[in-house]
């Protein structure tokens, strides 16, 4: 404190030239809106991240102000207004760069009338370009029966096969429920394949990531996307990973 006054700690200047890659808040559980291809709009919470490059001519940054960015855009942050908020936190923090991120639970009524939850993410960042990422895990679920005993250690009684983890960045805007739609058909089709009594194959996380990879490629707003599938077995998981367009 000087003459009375808090000192601005971050618009000192620091001479050692050592610049920080990431600094900022993070968890903070947050009500956002969510656009719904179905209902319009659904509410949910979100755990938010949000952080800054710290350049070298500074020694730190006003955390409180990330908070303030988050309250300027209560009741609508939606994936709309991340443009707005990378900017707003980009200029408030005096950055290079800016970055947000959500994860948070969506839901969809299933084909018999069950709630599903969809774990998803979203990673706006904001330095010479912008990006937008948006992350979904979809449940690969086979019924008693279905896949072959190797295949998994799991009970049959649980069903639950293994997860696939979608990322994708648009052209244009794309739904939740498209991807997930697409994943879920993807993931159907190759257990129709493997039930089959003339097929000798199984289910394999390498055979479900090809099929899974042909189903986003039919989606023309999708400019990019990774898709991964693991397979959940006793004290280890396989899995396999494919990006499309291949750098």
């Excluded at 659904?42 to 908070?67: D, E, I, W």
């Excluded at 990378?86 to 005096?94: D, F, G, P, S, T």
């Excluded at 129709?192 to 490629?217: F, K, N, Q, Y």
Aim: aromatic content about 8%; proline content about 5%; hydrophobic content about 40%.
């Amino acid at each position: 404190m000087v003459n009375g006054y808090m000192k601005d700690i971050q618009s000192e200047h620091d001479p050692r030239r050592i610049s920080i890659k990431k600094v900022g808040v993070k968890d903070i559980s947050y009500p956002i809106t969510l656009l719904d291809k179905e209902k319009r709009l659904q509410h949910t919470v979100a755990r938010v991240n949000m952080y800054v490059n710290l350049p070298h001519q500074f020694k730190g940054t006003h955390m409180s102000r990330f908070v303030e960015v988050l309250n300027q855009y209560h009741g609508e942050i939606h994936v709309k207004r991340i443009h707005d908020i990378l900017v707003a936190v980009k200029e408030r923090l005096l950055a290079e760069e800016a970055h947000f991120e959500l994860d948070f639970p969506y839901f969809l009524r299933s084909a018999d009338g069950r709630m599903q939850e969809f774990r998803c993410r979203m990673h706006g960042s904001l330095t010479a370009r912008e990006e937008l990422t948006i992350e979904v895990e979809v449940p690969v679920v086979a019924a008693p029966g279905r896949i072959q005993p190797r295949a998994t250690t799991l009970p049959p009684s649980l069903g639950r096969w293994g997860l696939a983890t979608v990322a994708v960045r648009y052209h244009r805007f794309v739904w939740l429920e498209d991807i997930i739609n697409r994943v879920e058909e993807a993931t159907a089709r190759c257990l129709r394949e493997v039930e089959d009594p003339d097929c000798d194959e199984e289910l394999t996380v390498e055979r479900l990531t090809s099929m899974i990879g042909e189903a986003l490629t039919s989606l023309p707003d999708i400019r990019w996307f990774q898709a991964t599938v693991e397979n959940f077995s006793a004290g280890y998981s396989t899995f396999a990973t494919l990006e499309w367009p291949e750098h």
